[in-house]
Every structure is written in structure tokens, then in C-alpha cells.
């Protein structure tokens, strides 16, 4: 079972960029694909990235798509997400998770592992 703890996130204005990062421990880690998720107040989780396994292929929401880039690095045990041209709606809880599926999963359910969250606030 894969422990994962999110940091990185903080107050950045709009246009700024952050980089969060997600610390896998307790499992083997390059034996799931990964993604990141957020949640704002009163809204569902939203899908925002997926890698697979190797790191070789990456699928986004349209969303974030051309702003924000998902990686990682097996050999740390550590995927991030690098976010650019912040705007205030991407305000929200962002969250990395760890799948046994297959493919580019974008649903929660398909997701076994969570971390506890990270806060991302864009100031406009």
C-alpha cells in the first residue's frame, strides 16, 4: 500500500506558477499510473492529469491543458505538477493519487490512493 503526501502549494497572483510535488512511500511506486486531482469549496473533484507508469505518456483536462505539466521520477518516488499561468479559478485543494488501472484513468473511483491535499489560492 502507497502512502502519498502533496506539497508545494501556497498563495501565488494570477500569472504566477507553482510546482507541486507528491512523495510516494510504502509501495512501488512506478507499479501505478498516477494523477492529480482538485477540489474546490462546493465543487466535485475534478480530474486535471494522468502519467503512466514509465512516464512516457500524459493526458490532461482541457481545462489545464498547455499550463500545467505532470512528471515523474521513479527513481525518487516522485510525481509533480508544474503550474503555469495561474487564474484565480484554479483556487482549489489539489490532490495526487496512485491507480492500478490501466490506460489514462480520469475518474476518482478509478483511483486507490490518495494523498491529504495540498492548497493552491490564486489571487487575482
Known amino acids: 500500500q502507497v502512502q502519498l503526501v502533496e506539497s508545494g502549494g501556497g498563495l501565488v497572483q494570477a500569472g504566477g506558477s507553482l510546482r507541486l510535488s507528491c512523495a510516494a512511500s510504502?509501495?512501488?511506486?512506478?507499479?501505478?499510473?498516477m494523477g492529480w486531482f482538485r477540489q474546490a469549496p462546493g465543487k466535485d473533484r475534478e480530474f486535471l492529469a494522468t502519467?503512466?507508469?514509465?512516464?512516457?505518456?500524459?493526458s490532461y483536462a482541457d481545462s489545464v491543458k498547455g499550463r500545467f505539466t505532470i512528471s515523474r521520477d521513479n527513481a525518487k518516488n516522485l510525481e509533480s505538477l508544474q503550474m503555469n499561468s495561474l487564474k484565480p479559478e484554479d483556487t482549489a485543494v489539489y490532490y495526487c493519487?496512485?491507480?492500478?488501472?490501466?490506460?489514462?484513468?480520469?475518474?476518482?473511483?478509478?483511483?486507490?490512493?490518495w494523498g491529504r491535499g495540498t492548497q493552491v489560492t490564486v489571487s487575482s
Open positions: 493519487a496512485a491507480s492500478t488501472s490501466f490506460g489514462f484513468p480520469s475518474r476518482a473511483y478509478q483511483y486507490d490512493y
Open positions: 510504502g509501495g512501488t511506486f512506478s507499479s501505478y499510473v
Open positions: 502519467i503512466t507508469r514509465s512516464g512516457g505518456t500524459t
